[in-house]
């Protein structure tokens, strides 16, 4: 319990990272910091607070939190590492530990080089992955999953769900991709007006900018439609079922946070914080997206979802009934 | 056979021919290649020069005061104001004037005194300037703030360095001429300048009044152009005989 804990607290510090990331960007600061790893030829831990004026507050206080997250993901890791019978979820922590490291090397890189469009793409990018994996450690070291939400009957194993959910997932993280791409390359205000684009529903004209930022547009069509699609089917078929609704609600709502925070965004002529909490709601969708998705999948998952070295489940060879939540025991919805 | 035999020596003889053209062609090139580069080239005997002003038609916006409040010792400095309309006597201040085109292959010798942009009370001084591809350019932290300057050039080498200290100083040598190159301190967004890089010594940048002279240009015709932060620019083309003081003037509208 006390591990699930710590990654939760690892999951919500990623989620400050990224806000933390999204300040940067959003009030140019990515280069207010030339060199990497130190900062103004100061130790990172050792820059003077009083030194940190202007965009170095920013930036200072994004790599603060980075290295903090960085340390906490190490210690995840080496804590699955130690007491997780479960060899995926220890390969989780690794990967996690792997991709905050990656993710460091590519913030230093972007600042080294000049912050160029695909690098600093890329950084935004692999930060969304690296909260999917410490949100998905919180959720598989959760009791709940361990219990494969048996509380309330056999975990379903709804496959229509399954597909929603996955593919929506996906289109969420694509359409954080275009976004990332349209913040990266100076687009997010190519179109001026909200909700029409220039006026009129199409824009009348076309560059490469006005053609990411609608991609964007057309993209929050999309995941809408998949988002509501995700949450209506477990509504109408799976009402019972907390652990799917819970996070099916949580859409919904974040859902209209970020269309709103995204038109204020464009509206309000890029103000720093809106867009910044523009860019950590987003992962927030994401994110839940994930959980509902992992949950839909939990059947699944088979006996060895669920077994840790402190609550481990014995499946008999023969004879005994299977746990409720071994692959074919649960309900199809 | 004989067709086959007949066709190869059809194709020899183009190949031939080819290669004959385009030897001719490298000794007609020869033949009409450029005079050497005439170094220091300038006589003061001859030498004319080029005076004038910058007008702006229209009413700029205001000046509007900047909020330097992320940074305490920037807003201890008093009131700073944006300055991308100054005008004074009815003149454009900060307008980059140079010698575009027409001096075809005359060579300037590259001075040895550097160039200084000093970033005084968060603000950079000068605020536009010229250097030649070659000078030195002394970039100085007269404040006892952080600063980071930021070159953005599209044909020179980027480059963004930190002065966490004051007196601190930083020498770069552009190489090649651009027009105009931006420097920005990504740590107070508000501080930009722009350099303009040349390759002789042909340039000025407007101050009061809106009044800017070249000196020293040797007679022939110019294009002259004339560039402004947010107005762009604009090109006239000028003749200039020996010893003659040319006047020049550009209107910019808003």
């Known amino acids: ?333 | 056979m004989n067709a086959y035999l007949r066709s190869s020596l059809v194709l020899l003889a183009l190949i031939l021919a080819g290669l004959g053209a385009a030897c001719g062609g490298g000794s007609q090139q020869q033949a009409t290649a450029p005079a050497a580069p005439v170094t220091n080239p300038v006589d003061p005997a001859t030498a004319g020069s080029l005076k004038g002003s910058i007008t702006l038609a229209g009413t700029p916006p205001a000046a509007q005061t900047i909020n330097r409040r992320s940074d305490p010792y920037c807003e201890q400095q008093g009131e700073a104001r944006t300055q991308t309309f100054t005008v004074s006597d009815g003149g454009l201040q900060n307008v980059f004037i140079y010698v575009k085109d027409g001096l075809g292959n005359l060579k300037f010798p590259v001075p040895t005194t550097p160039v200084v942009l000093d970033q005084h009370g968060c603000t950079y001084v000068p605020r536009v300037f010229g250097i030649r591809a070659g000078q030195s350019l002394e970039i100085l932290n007269s404040d006892e703030t952080l600063h980071n300057i930021h070159a953005l050039p599209a044909n020179n080498r980027e480059f963004n360095r930190g002065q966490a200290l004051k007196g601190l100083k930083h020498t770069h040598v552009f190489t090649t001429a651009e027009v105009m190159v931006p420097f920005k301190c990504d740590v107070h967004n508000w501080m930009n300048a722009w350099v303009g890089v040349l390759d002789h010594p042909f340039y000025a940048v407007s101050g009061t009044g809106g009044a800017f002279e070249i000196q020293g240009l040797p007679p022939g015709t110019y294009t002259i152009e004339a560039w402004h932060e947010k107005l762009g620019t604009q090109t006239q083309m000028v003749t200039i005989g020996p010893k003659e003081a040319k006047d020049l003037s550009f209107t910019f509208k808003l």
Not at chain 1, 10 to 21: D, M, N, R
Not at chain 1, 204 to 223: E, M, N, Q, S, Y
Not at chain 1, 264 to 293: E, P, Q
Not at chain 1, 301 to 314: C, E, M, Q, T
Request: overall charge positive; some cysteine; glycine content about 10%.
């Open chain 1, 1 to 333: 319990m006390i591990l699930h804990l710590y990654a939760v607290l690892v999951a919500v510090s990623t989620a400050a990272l990224i806000f933390a990331g999204g300040l940067v960007t959003s009030t140019g600061s990515g280069l207010s910091v030339p060199d990497w790893p130190n900062t103004y030829g100061w130790f990172m831990f050792t820059f003077p607070l009083d030194k940190m004026v202007g965009g170095i507050r920013y930036e200072h206080t994004h790599r603060l939190i980075a290295s903090t997250v960085g340390f906490l993901i190490l210690a995840l890791a080496f804590w699955l590492g130690r007491v997780e019978s479960r060899a995926w979820v220890r390969r989780l922590g690794y990967v996690a530990l792997g991709a905050v490291i990656t993710q460091g090397i590519l913030g230093g890189i972007t600042v080294l080089w000049f912050l160029p469009d695909p690098i600093s793409i890329a950084h935004a990018s692999l930060a969304q992955l690296v909260f999917c994996l410490t949100t998905s450690i919180a959720l598989v070291t959760s009791p709940d999953w361990k219990g494969g939400y048996a509380r309330r009957g056999p975990a379903p194993d709804d496959r229509i769900l399954q597909r929603v959910a996955v593919v929506t997932t996906g289109l969420v993280y694509l359409q954080i991709l275009i976004g990332a791409t349209m913040r990266h390359t100076e687009a997010g205000l190519a179109i001026p007006d909200f909700p029409l684009a220039f006026g009129h529903l199409i824009p009348p004209h076309w560059d490469a900018k006005i053609a990411v930022h609608f991609a964007h547009r057309v993209g929050a069509l999309v995941v809408t439609s998949g988002l509501v699609a995700t949450a209506g089917h477990v509504f109408y078929h799976h009402r019972s079922r907390t652990e799917l609704w819970r996070p099916s609600a949580l859409l919904l709502l974040l859902l209209t946070v970020q269309i709103t925070l995204g038109a204020l965004t464009v509206l309000s002529g890029r103000h720093y914080i809106i867009n910044s909490l523009h860019v950590v709601t987003g992962a927030s969708v994401l994110v839940t997206s994930l959980v509902l998705t992992l949950r839909s999948v939990r059947a699944r998952f088979g006996d060895d979802a669920g077994l840790s070295a402190h609550a481990s489940i014995n499946v008999p060879s023969g004879g005994s009934n299977p746990p409720p939540y071994v692959r074919g025991a649960g309900a199809r919805a």
